[in-house]
């Protein structure tokens, strides 16, 4: 039952991940058709990521008050809904709606994650790396087909309507999956979880070290990956000399191999949680080490098949970002506060969302030159630095300091 519920979580967010990285695989499409800037094509994705800046936290306590079920039902109906905007707003070539679209999405998106991994935590609390792994890397393959499939319709049909209308389409076979979900939960729930006796409420959720930094991690490391994907066509296309379709082809190799590795990389981050503290500093090095490899790859007018190599390493990066560094987040903090913490964590994470493309728009557009997409690159690097010193720290800090019993928290990170 529990891989079943596994199952439909996956396939309930083939929808999101599928509809999230359309404006990706359409960049150049859609920049030539609403006349946009680079700037103006990443607020897409930033606009994506500001409303959830103060909502995020909001939607976790209403999960933890309501429920994961509750959360699954109306955010992935919701998601739906959202799409419906953008797909309108790119069938008039209406900026704006697509704007209010993407917002929209944005905070479907966000909380219904949180919707999920809820359920998830008290179904398999103590299989969360690899729960955890397949829930955020296998839809990723959703993300890999639309690189492939969005711009094959839109040359195809030399309209933005089918690649939307498909992604809307997604979007509500995945509400129809989340209806399943709850319903198998509901049906073969073998012990109801304690009734909550007071109300969640942000003033009961106390911060802790650990759970700060990891915070902070997991945020750094998720702006190192997903800011970069959303223009990753346009990267491929500039720098290593691929055409539209074959860079939209070439970039499903990281999303893949997340996909491939994220099982494995699970069941080791269960079975040694004690290692934990260590493998976050691999995680977060294998970031850095793939945008050196962006940053140091010669600039090319024919197609550089060698830049494979740093997507191998990116999608390896991703794959220890869900299966070690989410559950040794979500181990910091007591299961009944578990998604307020992850309204917390959203706060941040939607921080850097909105301003790093933002950023690297605006790096791209004063950068000049032959090569401006390394430039951009240069942010990536900066990102993962910080994380690469941050996770040392905290290896460090569990070396050197004694281990503090937590009584709630089985996995927590002992420093």
């Not at 359409?26 to 700037?39: C, D, G, K």
């Not at 389409?169 to 209806?179: A, I, M, P, Q, T």
Request: hydrophobic share 50%; net charge neutral; aromatic share 14%.
């Amino acid at each position: 039952m529990d891989r079943l519920i596994i199952l439909l979580a996956i396939l309930l967010m083939l929808g999101n991940n599928y509809a999230f990285d359309i404006p990706q695989a359409l960049e150049v499409p859609i920049e030539e058709e609403f006349q946009l800037t680079q700037t103006q094509f990443n607020l897409l994705y930033s606009v994506f990521a500001i409303p959830n800046i103060g909502l995020s936290i909001g939607g976790g306590i209403m999960i933890d008050n309501m429920g994961g079920r509750w959360g699954v039902f109306t955010f992935s109906l919701l998601l739906g809904l959202s799409q419906l905007f953008i797909f309108f707003g790119g069938c008039y070539h209406n900026y704006c709606m697509m704007l209010c679209g993407r917002a929209i999405f944005g905070i479907a998106s966000d909380i219904l994650h949180i919707a999920v991994f809820k359920m998830v935590a008290q179904r398999m609390p103590k299989d969360m790396g690899t729960a955890m792994g397949l829930i955020l890397t296998v839809p990723e393959l959703a993300a890999a087909l639309n690189s492939f499939l969005s711009p094959y319709l839109f040359e195809k049909t030399n309209s933005l309507k089918i690649p939307l209308l498909f992604g809307l389409f997604l979007c509500f076979l995945s509400f129809l999956s989340g209806l399943m979900m709850i319903y198998v939960d509901m049906k073969y729930e073998k012990v109801e979880t304690m009734k909550q006796t007071e109300q969640i409420s942000v003033f009961n959720f106390k911060l802790t070290k650990p759970f700060v930094i990891m915070s902070i991690i997991t945020t750094l490391m998720l702006a190192s990956y997903v800011p970069f994907l959303d223009n990753a066509n346009k990267f491929y296309h500039e720098r290593f000399g691929f055409s539209i379709m074959d860079a939209g082809q070439i970039v499903t190799v990281g999303y893949v191999v997340a996909a491939i590795t994220s099982p494995i990389v699970g069941r080791i981050s269960d079975k040694f949680t004690n290692y934990r503290p260590f493998f976050i500093v691999v995680s977060t090095i294998m970031f850095f080490i793939s945008h050196l490899q962006f940053y140091y790859m010669p600039l090319t007018t024919s197609p550089n098949y060698y830049s494979v190599f740093a997507l191998i390493t990116l999608g390896l990066s991703y794959s220890c970002f869900s299966s070690v560094l989410m559950p040794a987040l979500q181990s910091t903090v007591p299961e009944d506060m578990l998604a307020t913490a992850l309204g917390l964590l959203g706060i941040i994470e939607n921080f850097c969302m909105a301003v790093v493309p933002m950023i690297s728009g605006f790096v791209y557009a004063i950068g000049g030159g032959i090569d401006p997409m390394k430039n951009v690159d240069i942010i990536y690097l900066f990102l993962a630095g910080i994380g690469v010193v941050l996770s040392i720290h905290l290896l460090m800090e569990n070396i050197l300091k004694p281990a503090k019993a937590h009584s709630k928290l089985p996995n927590a990170l002992d420093i």
